[in-house]
Structure formats: C-alpha cells, structure tokens
C-alpha cells in the first residue's frame, strides 16, 4: 500500500527534523541550553532523583530537583529507621529553593549523609552532603565546587565579582553558616573554580572547612 503525502507536510517534517538536529546539537553543546532544558524537563515534568532503602540507609542518585524534597520527605516518613543518607551521584541542584530546605529538614531530623569511595558530588549535591550531622567520606569519594552566576552592573557576572554585602550571596552563605557553623566555605567556593567549571577539593581542604566529619581511608 502506498501512503502519498502532501507538500504541506514533508515541508513540516523537514522543519521538524531540522528542528530537533538543531536542538540536540545545542542541547550538546550549548551550556544555557542545557541547563535550560534539564531545569525544565526535572522541575517541571519528571523527576531525576532515585532513591533506594536498604536497612537504616537512604542511597540517593541523580540531580535534586523541585520533586526531591517530597520524595525524599516521603520516603523518610515510611521508613523511620533511616540513620544515614548515602549519596551516590548527586551532580548538582537545579533548584537551590527546593534544596536548601531540603537540607535543613535532614538536619532538623539529625540524620546523617556519607560517600562511598566511588561517590561523587558537586554543586548543589556538595551542599546537600552538608547537611548531616555527621559527614562520613570514604576515601576516593570525590567532592566538587564552584562559583555561579548572578547579575552585576554590567551584565552576568561570576559571583566572586559580585560584592559580598549583595544580597544575592545571602541565601548560599546563611545555608553554609546553618550547615557548617561558618560562611568561610561559601566564600572559599565562589574563588575555587568559574561557574562553568569544577574543582575536586583536597582531603587538606575537605577537613580545613568541616566538610566530612570523618574520612575512612582504604
């Protein structure tokens, strides 16, 4: 059976064809539209965080979304025997609103969060490892930082440019101080690597700040 089609329609197939290459390419390539995409697609559609429950641990994989506070506040109400939250990949926070609370709720419950010697966590992720009470690492986990972006007087700047009684480094640096007893590793962060970037902290500067509590060596 042949299937004949109209010109009006090949001539939307090929916009629509050109269309997604277009957009897969900026998806790959283009930063803002990546992160445009992931926040709107995980904020907004599905969520990307999973957990599993294994005994008195909570593991956590993915990037923490708007979703993330109420699955995570969920689980912990059906399982009251959680101690510790194990995170495992935890690359970022697409919505910093929904994470710093978050964090502060696992504090306010006196759990604790610990790596494994494969885990690895940067950004916002970092942030959330903060808000145990106690903070094991296992040695080889890896922990990541950098700066971000807000507006200056001439456009986006990088937040190290941006000065400190701005209020926009307000809700970053009360969360760090909530968390850790101080602002200095908000302010060590924002130096550490551009936003665009990443820096792996040292196990010298790991401890320096109070990030782990612990570290297991192999």
Request: aromatic share 12%; no cysteine.
């Amino acid at each position: 059976m042949k299937i004949f089609i109209g010109l009006k329609t090949k001539i939307f197939i090929g916009i629509l064809v050109l269309f997604i290459g277009s957009f897969s390419i900026a998806y790959r390539y283009n930063r803002t539209v990546h992160i445009i995409t992931l926040v709107l697609v995980h904020n907004y559609i599905y969520p990307s965080t999973k957990f599993r429950v294994d005994g008195n641990k909570l593991y956590m994989t993915g990037l923490i979304s708007h979703f993330t506070p109420g699955q995570l506040k969920k689980i912990i109400n059906e399982n009251p025997e959680i101690k510790t939250i194990v995170l495992e990949h935890i690359n970022g926070s697409l919505d910093d609103d929904s994470n710093f609370p978050m964090g502060k709720y696992v504090r306010e419950k006196g759990l604790n969060t610990y790596l494994k010697s494969d885990s690895k966590v940067s950004s916002g992720g970092t942030d959330f490892f903060l808000s145990g009470v106690t903070r094991t690492m296992e040695e080889g986990a890896y922990i990541g930082v950098h700066s971000w972006e807000g507006m200056g007087e001439g456009g986006i700047v990088e937040a190290k440019d941006i000065p400190k009684e701005d209020p926009q480094h307000r809700a970053n640096a009360e969360y760090v101080n909530d968390m850790l007893g101080s602002e200095d590793f908000y302010w060590y962060t924002i130096y550490a690597a551009p936003a665009d970037g990443m820096h792996q902290m040292t196990e010298d500067e790991i401890l320096k700040y109070e990030v782990a509590t612990k570290i297991i060596k192999n």
